[in-house]
């Protein structure tokens, strides 16, 4: 597998992000509410949460559009809902990867009828070439090519999550 990036430059980004967020945010008192989309963000919204040096709440959802495939069916599935009620609050959500936008645009669709404060979303990786709306992610940490991609919470069918670094999964 060829390592695109090292768990170092991950570490670095996700310092970086977790700054940019944190002054975002100065000056609101309340928590903000994080919100991982399961289960791809599970460990980059660990890491970045241990960088937001501010009070946070934590919930998650799950959202689909791969199942075990390796593209998007273009169909977005919610499969698992926040268990907290997000109205007047300040949500983030924290994606693994921003491919076509579909599931970008469900979330924010979703998550805007439950009238939050704001709702901002972050994202470890984009991709771009594939997007197929103008959706995007208000912190991105890498910008990638249109390659698959497992790692560091991603994964393909299941596996490689477990991974410290993003790497380019070949089938051959």
């Given amino acids: 597998m060829n390592v695109l990036y090292s768990a170092d430059q991950i570490a670095a980004r ?15 008192d309340e928590p903000i509410v994080l919100v991982g989309v399961l289960r791809g963000s599970y ?31 273009g169909e977005v599935k919610l499969k698992t809902d926040l268990r ?10 924290v994606e693994d990867i921003v491919d076509t936008g579909h599931t970008l645009a469900k979330l924010r669709a979703v998550l805007m009828e439950r009238n939050p404060a704001s709702l901002k979303f972050v994202s470890l990786l984009d991709k771009p070439s594939r997007r ?41």
């Fill in 43 to 73: 460990v980059f919204m660990a890491d970045l949460a241990r960088h937001i040096p501010r009070p946070l709440e934590v919930d998650f959802l799950s959202a689909s559009s791969y199942g075990d495939a390796t593209v998007s069916s």
């Fill in 84 to 93: 907290e009620d997000i109205a007047g609050r300040h949500v983030l959500v």
């Fill in 132 to 172: 197929e709306n103008s959706e995007r992610a208000d912190w991105l940490g890498f910008t990638i090519d249109d390659l698959f991609v497992v790692g560091y919470g991603l994964d393909a069918a299941g596996l490689d999550r477990n991974l410290p670094y993003v790497g380019v999964k070949s089938f051959d």
């Fill in 14 to 28: 996700v310092t970086e992000l977790g700054a940019e967020i944190t002054e975002h945010y100065h000056g609101i």
